[in-house]
């Protein structure tokens, strides 16, 4: 049966009971006026039945009330447990009581997590259906802290006049009246409270209404502790989403390729960088094993694989340069960890891979770069303020030209003279950087270098006398390694002057130079110098006279001099 046909048969019963009661009362009021005589028993049957009629009249009136409560408390259990909103479920709960108990005021208070579990009111409302002002929130705390003490309802039809609570001062000066409170219970304990009153009427609350608000109580109870579960575990779940966003980021920011495989050496993870320094797409590492991903490697990586599993340790610094499909050869670093979960338990491994391409090939670069220019001048050349120009400097600057290369060249093939001469110039190069001193350039079979810049050097002169002398004694040891065709010699030229020292070229092709008068008598005194010969000009010896000893020599006409440039040969250091 419908609920609306079921409504419809007892709006007939009820009607029909209503009949046969006015029908029965006007059959007594006729028999009382008939002047027959009629019999007592009559009377008497009349009477009862139209008491009995009173009283099916209040048990169906009762009957009926308690079968709305029912339908009503389904209802509202139905629409409260729909709905996991907190707030939603609150309003929905606090409506609905005060539509049921006849209440004016209705107000819900659930404690607060912690230690002290303190009542706070979540939504208070009245029968308007409108949200309670703050000033109105005058209620009676005896009456709640009862209810939260004892787990048990508490209803007073007229609080001013009940011996329990008409001595409160709250009861008096708030003028409360009727009071109904029930206790909100999860899993048997005390969550809060319902709380209702009617500051007008006395009386309105009774045993049933009392009933029917524990057990709507008790659902409610369980919907909002549902309500604040999910509200938490969205929050929770807020959380670990943003949490896990943030790590993605920092995963994918990471500059070091990072890969995290199972046990089984299957690919779970891998980061942006990994893709740029393996040249594969991050599809086509994960789900996939090691062996397929980085084949080129899997030999060598396969004994630390095995450490890491079998010491529980990191290896650290694991250093190869394997050939790339998609990128040639190139140098990697990886450190392998292993993969532990929230238990410590290790559930894989964890590689981090380094490129170190580009750095080892800077680095290559610069120690080509250092065995031409002396250190001290490269850290001297900040890239950020490099321009054209240069700055006045006293240099003492040496120029050495191998003997002979002209005409052994003649008789051999272009690669046996690149290789003579480099050992040569090598031999050169050696005593120059054991010197401090900056090779400025390779002139052929001649090499220029420079002491005193860019870093002052008080013995700058006689550096470069050393480096002369150096550079005489290596080609003596050198005779002692190559066929005596091979054997070549030295002329070097030393001067000491102003000299402007910087960057010559342009912004494309740029040259860190000595330029000057002073180095072009270096260069036109070596030009003067036979093999083996060490030849410096005045201004040097005068620098080192006392350190030295040295032979006079005829002047030599240096090419754009107008007078004879005074040289000395070096013979030894004192």
């Known amino acids: ?73 389904a209802d509202v259990g139905q629409v409260v447990n729909s709905s996991l909103e907190l707030d939603e479920v609150l309003r929905i709960v606090m409506d609905t009581i005060i539509q049921l108990t006849g209440a004016e005021r209705g107000f819900l208070m659930l404690r607060e997590d912690g230690a002290d579990g303190k009542l706070v009111t979540h939504i208070a409302r009245n029968w308007e259906k409108a949200a309670v002002d703050s000033s109105e929130h005058a209620i009676s705390q005896t009456v709640i802290n009862r209810v939260v003490t004892e787990g ?58 009392r009933n029917l608000l524990t057990a709507f109580a008790n659902q409610a109870a369980v919907a909002i502790e549902n309500a604040r579960l999910f509200k938490s575990v969205r929050q929770t779940l807020n959380e670990v989403t943003e ?34 320094i393996l040249g594969q797409k991050r599809e086509e590492m994960v789900n996939h094993t090691l062996e397929e991903v980085l084949p080129p490697i899997t030999t060598e990586l396969a004994q630390f694989l095995n450490t ?62 250092e065995r031409m220019v002396s250190k001290a001048v490269i850290d001297q050349l900040d890239p950020d303020q490099l321009q054209l120009g240069g700055k006045r400097n006293q240099l003492t600057t040496l120029f050495a030209d191998v003997r002979g290369f002209t005409s052994f060249s003649e008789k051999h093939d272009p690669e046996l003279l690149v290789r003579v001469l480099n050992r040569y110039l090598s031999e050169a190069a050696n005593a120059i950087l054991e010197e401090a001193g900056t090779i400025d350039k390779f002139m052929g079979d001649a090499v220029m270098a420079w002491f005193n810049a860019p870093i002052p050097q008080p013995d700058h002169a006689l550096r470069a006398i050393r480096t002369a002398l150096k550079i005489c004694d290596s080609v003596g040891k050198l005779h002692q390694e190559l066929p005596s065709e091979y054997h070549l010699n030295f002329g070097v030229g030393i001067h000491y002057g102003d000299a402007v020292l910087g960057l010559v070229g342009t912004q494309n092709r740029l ?51 107008s007078q004879p440039v005074v040289v000395f040969e070096v013979l030894r250091l004192k």
């Not at 000066?173 to 909100?184: E, F, K, T």
């Not at 559930?347 to 610069?366: H, M, S, W």
């Not at 036109?524 to 080192?544: D, F, K, P, T």
């Open 308 to 369: 890491v599993r079998t010491t529980d340790q990191q290896v650290v610094g694991f250093e190869f340069n394997p050939v790339l499909p998609e990128r040639g050869q190139v140098s990697l670093i990886l450190n392998l960890s292993p993969l532990k979960d929230a238990e410590q338990a290790t559930q894989g491994v964890t590689i981090v891979v380094d490129d170190l391409t580009e750095k080892k090939r800077l680095e290559k670069q610069r120690g080509m770069f």
């Open 243 to 276: 949490l896990k966003n943030l790590m993605d980021n920092v995963f994918a920011s990471i500059a070091s390729g990072v890969i995290t495989a199972d046990v089984g050496d299957k690919v779970l993870l891998c980061n942006r960088a990994t893709e740029t």
């Open 1 to 73: 049966m419908t609920t609306e046909s079921s409504t419809i048969l007892r709006l007939d019963l009820k009607q029909q009971i209503m009949i046969v009661n006015q029908l029965v009362a006007q059959l007594r009021d006729e028999v009382q006026k008939s002047s027959a005589a009629v019999p007592p028993r009559l009377v008497q049957a009349i009477n009862q039945l139209l008491s009995s009629l009173n009283r099916m009249n209040k048990q169906f009136s009762q009957l009926e009330d308690d079968h709305n409560n029912l339908i009503a408390l």
């Open 152 to 209: 048990q309802p508490v209803i007073t039809t007229n609080a001013q006049e009940d011996d329990r609570f008409g001595k409160q001062e709250s009861i008096i000066a708030y003028n409360l009246r009727s009071i109904l409170c029930v206790p909100l219970k999860a899993r048997g304990v005390v969550t809060g409270v319902i709380y209702t009153d009617n500051r007008i009427k006395a009386g309105i609350f009774n045993d049933a209404k």
């Open 511 to 561: 040259e860190f130079t000595a330029i000057g008068d002073s180095v072009n008598t270096a260069k036109r005194i070596q030009e003067n110098a036979s093999g083996g010969q060490i030849l410096i000009s005045e201004s040097v010896y005068h620098l080192i006279e006392n350190q030295v000893i040295v032979r006079p020599v005829e002047p030599v006409q240096a090419k754009g001099k």
